[in-house]
Nanobody, 124 residues
């Protein structure tokens, strides 16, 4: 599975960005896809994931502001980010996993496949 993230950039606080993650390769093996982020000096954080069946989960820190979605016809997953805050500044990574995790703590520790990150900078 190959992942290509795009859409990062510089935006003012309160603004919006949409990240895209194009997938290729053994797409049929994907059980879930997600977005993670890592800010300078901080640990990587799971932002959101979407399962093969379409259910989604968002971190509390982004609920109501970020939305993960997908376009199956384009093999692409998106992260719509609204009302951005300076604390959202980070490198955002797209990831995919072959498992269908159930229960608490799913994918918190990461996924199998990773794309290169895209930098999101939110100015105050």
């Amino acid at each position: 599975v190959q992942l290509q993230a795009s859409g990062g950039g510089l935006v003012q606080a309160g603004g919006s960005l949409r990240l895209s993650c194009a997938t290729s390769g053994s797409i049929f093996s994907i059980g879930a896809m997600g977005w993670y982020r890592q800010a300078p000096g901080k640990q990587r954080e799971l932002v959101a994931f979407i399962k093969k069946i379409g259910t989604t989960n968002h971190a509390d820190s982004v609920k109501g502001r970020f939305t993960i979605s997908r376009d199956i016809t384009k093999n692409t997953v998106y992260l719509q980010m609204n009302n951005l805050k300076p604390e959202d500044t980070a490198v955002y990574y797209c990831a995919a996993d072959s498992t269908n995790c159930v229960g608490l703590g799913c994918y918190v520790n990461g996924m199998e496949y990773w794309g290169k990150g895209t930098l999101v900078t939110v100015s105050s």
